[in-house]
């Protein structure tokens, strides 16, 4: 059984580095080589991604270092054991609100740390706290710390509901969440985030860069929750079906992880500070067509259950960037096509 699972593990992380080495032909690892990186939601879908370029650049000789922070290491390392060998990595235990802060230099900071499942989301009140509080923490931190530039991953909730004819919706779009509806809580706590960064920049000298992240797609995302494309790639690999629960007609866009650990180090190596960037694929498809194309991908024998008539008297939902800004400005794009995105997500959770 153990030899089964190591050879489980070693294919996922070969998975793994299959996107990677193509992504990473876009960064330059000089940006980062020497750093000390603290990193807050190191042990999420965000940070499984960047452990794992981190772990290839340092391969090629970069020499960075990185210290997560997590309630639970041991639970992490025990899911994980491959990380528990790595020398430039270590872990500081704590929560985000409320953690003790090492007495260690740091170069660098990225503040990915949020609980984005079902179950926090049914706690918007939470939330909410959970983001602004963890926020200030460790921005608190790194001031004392003396850490000059922080990554603080927003979301492209902070624009609230897209407008149905706004295809793309910009880094300058003055839209905002509904402050009279609990759903905002996500969106608003991001806000927030983006204000106190810029505060800390003011009072602090701290040079905050801000990442709108949108929807992304690979190995460590959930295949059980809240997330469309997670749970087609389920129903693909183990149910008798693949069902939408909706009517298929919003559209979304898929960034694959490999490229989001690219884009995050390079907002992090030279983003402009208080400046936002929109984090995510331009690519729009209709969650009808993703759900055809999931399952024509990994199960064409099976069919797809819209379980929902359309209304067409309704806007169309959408949630899709422009991401000119970080395209034009940096260099940056989505790389890796849907389809082996998809593919190389599916083979990582076979059973």
Not at 77 to 101: E, I, K, Y
Not at 121 to 138: E, S
Request: aromatic fraction near 10%; hydrophobic fraction near 40%.
């Amino acid at each position: 059984m153990n030899h089964d699972a190591n050879r489980r593990g070693e294919r996922q992380r070969e998975i793994i580095d299959l996107g990677l080495t193509a992504a990473l032909s876009h960064f330059d690892a000089e940006l980062l080589a020497g750093k000390n990186i603290f990193i807050t939601g190191g042990t999420g879908f965000f940070g499984l991604w960047l452990l794992s370029a981190i772990d290839r650049l340092n391969l090629l000789g970069a020499e960075i270092r990185a210290t997560v922070l997590s309630r639970e290491p041991a639970r992490f390392l025990h899911r994980h054991p491959h990380w528990q060998a790595q020398s430039w990595l270590t872990f500081h235990r704590g929560n985000v609100r409320d953690f003790s802060f090492p007495a260690n230099h740091y170069d660098l900071l990225i503040h990915a740390a949020t609980d984005t499942s079902v179950a926090a989301h049914a706690r918007p009140l939470d939330i909410f706290t959970d983001i602004v509080d963890g926020t200030r923490h460790v921005l608190d931190f790194a001031a004392q710390a003396g850490v000059k530039r922080v990554l603080l991953t927003s979301s492209g909730a902070v624009y609230g509901p897209q407008p149905a004819d706004v295809t793309h919706i910009r880094e300058d779009a003055r839209f905002a969440c509904p402050p009279e509806s609990v759903a905002s809580a996500y969106g608003e706590g991001k806000r927030a985030m983006e204000l106190l960064g810029t505060l800390y920049h003011a009072n602090h000298g701290i040079e905050p860069v801000i990442a709108r992240c949108f929807a992304f797609v690979g190995p460590g995302l959930t295949l059980d929750g809240h997330f469309a494309i997670g749970n087609f790639i389920h129903d693909a690999l183990y149910a008798e079906a693949i069902k939408v629960n909706g009517d298929g007609t919003p559209l979304r866009s898929y960034l694959y992880g490999a490229d989001l650990a690219v884009w995050l180090l390079t907002l992090l190596a030279v983003g402009k500070p208080a400046y936002p960037y929109n984090v995510g694929s331009d690519q729009a498809i209709s969650i009808a067509e993703l759900a055809e194309s999931v399952k024509d991908l990994l199960a064409p024998e099976k069919t797809c259950q819209i379980q929902l008539q359309r209304d067409v008297d309704a806007p169309r939902h959408r949630y899709v960037p422009a991401i000119d800004r970080s395209r034009n400005e940096l260099k940056l794009d989505a790389w890796t096509p849907l389809r082996q995105a998809i593919e190389w997500t599916a083979d990582y959770y076979r059973r």
